[in-house]
């Protein structure tokens, strides 16, 4: 049996390194010459956007899935984007595996109606603001203004609260714009900052604020599933939940590191004052009860997404 995994990451990035690779060398250990993969990074059979239709088609079997980048068909599962609430990339990964997968919130709510099944998810550490050097950003106030690439939705609303305008684009062309100054900065984890190559044009970045994460997912049609044979179906479901933890200490572990890098290489780095972070924290605070209550107009269960995450986070936290 072939497997086709298909995202828009470079190949090199962390998310690979750390869980589409694992994933694969695991069950390839585990079947031997039953099973082999393709793997299609960096957009080779389409964009993020493109990846929800793609793996319900049957063109990737696997397909790299955010809620970002299909809001309109899955807006609840946006929750895990939201800032100031997950403090690690543990606390935001295990909570949305959790409302993801085995019958949670959002898999009834929106992967089983789309025909999709979560193998393993990701969301990385909380995101920072990375501006390039023309930006000339070393406070929270330096943000009024400024043009910054983010993921649709709730990142949206955050920017809006600093008073800075929110660019939606995919993540590749970031290097290209900020160059350019089609945008001032972008709001990212250090891990993507340097898989795509941002700490070469950075100017600054912050260190230990909370913009959110993006929650993605790795999934599978549910036709592709019940295709698979009994034994392949529990390796999958066993080594996705084994992926996704070790992903995120990873991610964990290698954002202090990173941090520093970006700081030798020249970038200066950041940690808002007391007083930025307690205004920011307030405005995050209206951001996620405003994505609420926008949900819950519309009919949706947004405040029940919010409720429910919050206690997953708070269940990870704990431990």
Avoid at 276 to 284: G, I, S, V
């Amino acid at each position: 049996m072939t497997i086709k995994i298909a995202d828009s990451l470079p190949a090199e990035h962390l998310i690979t390194k750390y869980t589409t690779n694992v994933f694969m060398e695991k069950l390839k250990a585990e079947f031997g010459d039953r099973i082999k993969f393709e793997h299609y990074p960096a957009q080779q059979l389409g964009k993020a956007s493109d990846m929800l239709t793609l793996t319900q088609a049957g063109i990737a079997d696997i397909g790299y899935i955010g809620p970002s980048y299909v809001s309109e068909k899955m807006p609840l599962s946006n929750v895990a984007d939201l800032p100031g609430i997950a403090s690690s990339s543990c606390e935001a990964t295990l909570a949305f595996y959790d409302l993801v997968t085995n019958g949670g919130m959002l898999d009834e709510a929106e992967f089983k109606p789309n025909g999709i099944r979560v193998i393993y998810n990701v969301a990385q550490a909380p995101y920072q603001a990375v501006f390039s050097k023309r930006a000339g950003v070393a406070k929270l106030a330096d943000f009024a203004g400024k043009k910054i690439r983010a993921n649709a939705g709730a990142m949206e609303l955050t920017l809006q609260s600093t008073a800075s305008t929110a660019v939606r684009m995919a993540p590749p062309e970031i290097f290209d714009a900020m160059s350019k100054g089609t945008v001032d900065g972008a709001l990212l984890p250090f891990a993507s900052m340097f898989s795509y190559g941002l700490d070469q044009i950075a100017g600054s970045s912050t260190q230990g604020a909370n913009f959110g994460t993006v929650g993605v997912t790795f999934s599978m049609s549910q036709a592709k599933w019940d295709a698979l044979p009994k034994d392949m179906q529990e390796a999958f479901a066993r080594v996705g939940r084994e992926v996704t933890e070790s992903g995120c200490h990873a991610f964990d572990v290698g954002e202090a590191e990173l941090a520093r890098k970006l700081a030798e290489e020249g970038a200066t780095v950041f940690k808002l004052s007391p007083e930025d972070t307690e205004a920011l924290n307030t405005k995050m605070e209206g951001v996620t009860t405003d994505w609420a209550k926008l949900l819950d107009g519309r009919g949706q269960k947004g405040s029940e997404a919010l409720s429910a995450y919050r206690e997953a986070v708070k269940a990870h936290a704990a431990h």
